[in-house]
Structures are given as C-alpha cells and as structure tokens.
C-alpha cells in the first residue's frame, strides 16, 4: 500500500514538475550572459528571452511609437537602455561598453516566448602580465528578470580563469583571471 502511494506520488511528481518549471520561465525574462576574454577586448554576450507573460511590455520598451515594427532608431534606444543597466569594471575602473551587434527576433517570436534578443559589447583593454577582477553588474529589465552568468574558456593560452562569483540571483558577479608574461 505505502509502495503504491509513493509510485502514484512519484508519478503525478513526473507530470507536475515540468508544468511548474515551464510556468516559471513564462513569467520572467531570461537574461543568460557569457563573457569572453582576451588581451585586447572583453565581450559581453547578452541573450535576453522574454516569457510570454511578460512579452508585451517588453515589445512596447522596444516599439515607443506602437507602430508594430522596430525601427533603426528603436533598435538603438532600446539597445542604449540595455546599456545604462549594465555597470562594468576592471579592477575598480569602470570601463566603457561598446555596442557591436543587436539582433532582435520577430514580435510573434518573442509573444511565443522563442524570440531571444541578442546583444554584444566589446570593452577595449589592453591587458598585460597580472592579475585582474573584472566586476559586472544588471539591473536587469525589471523585477521580472532572471539571470545567468557565465566566463567562457579563455581561448588565448595566456589568460586564466581564477575564480567566479555570483551573488545569489547572478545578478552581480565578480571575475579574477590572470595573464601570463608573453
């Protein structure tokens, strides 16, 4: 009887975790960020995949006039917003974000909640032999945001990984690496 109840519970569990897990991510908006470093420039790779519940008021940040289409200028006011949410530093400086790319998907994709908007800023450097710690920061697009924050493999043998911190949300997250003499 019990191993009956613990099956039954098990199985209405299978069913139920991934609706609760699906309904979560209809509700927020994902921004996933990856980091890419060498001696010359940092990339930030933004992603950011609005739910469908919050979709609409993310289509109206990005479409001001209504007009069911995004324009040049829309494209980079909205990508300018993005900017001013994002503060970034290196060993205690702040240090410039550059727009590179800025792809956005269709209004129909992002109210499906498939549409990601894809964001990419260079930070110009010029690193050399020592330690560093980059600090990066988001406020994100509201209280409905989550987020994910991630350092890519350094491709340049030079550049080393030290040690990542996030704090709980991921929201803020502190980065030191090394570069070795050339």
Known sequence: MIKARFAFIATCALFVLPALVWAHRMDRTLQATTITLAQ???????????????????????????DGR??????????AQIE???????????????????????????????????????????????????????QGMGPETVWLVNCLLPRDPAIHVI?????VNQSSYTLDFSVDAP
């Open 40 to 66: 010359d420039h940092i990339m930030l790779h933004l992603r950011l995949t609005p739910g469908q519940d919050v979709a609409e008021n993310i289509i109206r940040q990005m479409d001001r006039n209504g």
């Open 84 to 138: 001013q949410r994002l503060s970034f530093s290196l060993n205690g400086h702040p240090a410039p974000l550059v727009a590179e790319i800025a792809r956005f998907p269709s209004f129909t994709a992002i109210r499906t909640g498939s549409g990601i908007i894809d964001l990419q800023f260079r930070i110009k450097v010029s690193l050399r032999q020592g330690t560093y710690r980059l600090a990066y920061d988001s």
């Open 70 to 79: 995004l324009s040049f200028a829309e494209r980079q006011a909205y990508v």
């Open 163 to 167: 040690q990542q911190k996030r704090s």
